[in-house]
């Protein structure tokens, strides 16, 4: 019964799409468990590069099943837009199904996001203006429209009318907004739920059959801890749970079925939007990360923040999701800087912090403590196996691995499928 869950371990942006295509190779089934298109892998096989928002990256596999659970929030447009964006480049979506249990995203969410962000100020967030903050608030309010409403046009049509009382209230007397057409709205998802009915399942009864089988499931998720809803950098973080622990609510399993949470970490470290970032350079080694590592958001097209590495965050990231095992991406990007370092603690006033603290009064305040490693010229893009490394190279991963206290089972050593060098077999 192996199964595993494969968690961002910093903010996102870690490589999780690339990690998740090379474990579904071996991978019966992929589950989606959080988020929405707020996030974004990118995967490279060949020379053919494919970004994906809401499907699992397993879906590039025709043989392996893949699931958007019970947790994410879908916006049918764009599910549809990705099932077209595929077709076209030749890849089959028979082996998809969505949760009847997933919420939707409606228009007024993503207008509801886009407001509330503009009243903020100065005081924004750095949301994405998906709707994707507005629909779990709904959610969690008990008046969200699932996937199985949205196939029912009576039930889909009273969720919607009856919403769109309150909604078009706010949206008019607190945001002096346009209001939504409650009938425009129904006509435009009908055909939503026209196109998607067919990939509808009772998605938490096949993965327990197929764990019950003894079937290789793996369980994906998006964004990464520090972005998570309760352990994150609140209020600069998503409105899920990327978590580890979250695959069980999000895909519908025990936690007993769970044998391994994978964490995938960048070799430096990134965030895009607002909020703290202890080790962020403004430098040219900053400028060197984000060239080499082409930090820009999948989804957003944002530039991401870059910084060395920071052990403080992995320590955390390593506690809160039970890592088995890790997976560091990116090491290619160091390649050429002469002195690498790595935050070790943090440092406010006297004290020396090494525990990753919940107020961001305090990390503000706090000031990284860093260890410095000689770094390695040698291209690694080419190297299959990690003695192969340069020995900078293997110090500072060991470095990694002493600090963390988590074996590393994957290294990435480029972009590609195939730049991926395996330590420990996880399937």
């Known amino acids: 019964m192996p199964s595993v869950v494969l968690i961002g371990g910093q903010w996102g942006d870690e490589g999780k799409g690339k990690v998740t295509d090379f474990l579904a190779e071996k991978a019966d089934i992929v589950v ?9 892998h990118t995967v490279v096989v060949g020379e053919e590069e494919f970004k994906l928002h809401l499907i699992p990256s397993g879906i590039l596999y025709p043989d392996t099943i893949c699931v958007i659970g019970n947790g994410v929030v879908i916006d049918p447009a764009v599910l549809i837009a990705e099932l077209d964006y595929l077709a076209e480049k030749g890849i089959s979506t028979d082996n998809l ?22 009243s903020r100020g100065t005081g924004k967030i750095g949301t994405t203006k998906r709707g994707i903050g507005p629909v779990y608030m709904d959610k969690a309010g008990r008046i969200g429209i699932r996937f199985i409403d949205l196939l029912d046009k009576d039930v889909f049509s009273s969720l919607v009318k009856n919403n769109l009382e309150e909604k078009n209230k706010l949206l008019d007397q ?11 709205i ?23 059959n197929m764990l019950r089988a003894g079937k290789n499931v793996l369980f994906e998720g998006a964004q990464g801890t520090l972005l998570d809803l309760d352990h994150g950098t609140y209020p600069f973080v998503t409105s899920s749970h990327p978590i580890a622990g979250a695959a069980c609510t999000g895909a519908g399993v025990g936690p007993t079925e769970i044998n391994k949470v994978l964490g995938i970490i960048k070799a430096y470290t990134t965030r895009v939007g ?11 080694a900053g400028q060197h990360l984000a060239r080499k590592g082409h930090e820009v958001g999948t989804t ?10 920071d052990a403080v965050i992995s320590r955390y990231t390593a506690r809160i999701n039970g890592l088995t095992n890790m997976a560091v991406t990116k090491l290619d990007v160091l390649t050429g800087l002469e002195t690498l370092k790595i935050c070790i603690g943090y440092k406010r006033g006297n004290e020396v912090i090494s525990d990753f603290p919940a107020s961001l009064k305090v990390l503000a305040e706090c000031e990284p403590v860093y260890e ?15 003695d192969e490394l340069p020995k900078g190279a293997q110090n500072y991963l ?11 089972s994957i290294i990435g050593v480029g972009s590609r499928r195939s730049q991926t060098l395996i330590i420990d077999n996880l399937f």
Not at 174 to 184: D, G, L, P
Not at 186 to 208: G, Q
Not at 274 to 280: A, H, I, L, N, R
Not at 398 to 408: A, K
């Open 174 to 184: 607190v945001y002096n907004s346009e209001c939504f057409n409650a009938n425009a």
């Open 398 to 408: 060991n470095r990694l691995n002493q600090l963390t206290g988590v074996p590393i």
């Open 186 to 208: 129904i006509e435009e998802y009908t055909t939503y739920a026209d196109r998607l009915r067919k990939y509808a399942a009772d998605t938490s009864i096949l993965i327990y």
């Open 97 to 118: 199904l969505i949760s009847e249990r997933a919420h939707i995203i409606m228009p007024y969410h993503k207008k509801l996001d886009e407001v509330t962000e503009i």
């Open 32 to 40: 989606r468990y959080q988020g929405g298109n707020n996030a974004g």
């Open 300 to 309: 957003t097209g944002r530039p991401r923040r870059c910084g060395w590495f």
């Open 274 to 284: 607002e909020g703290p970032f202890p080790t962020e350079l403004q430098n040219e």
């Open 372 to 386: 410095e490693m000689p770094g390695w010229t040698e291209d690694i893009t080419k190297i299959t196996a990690f």
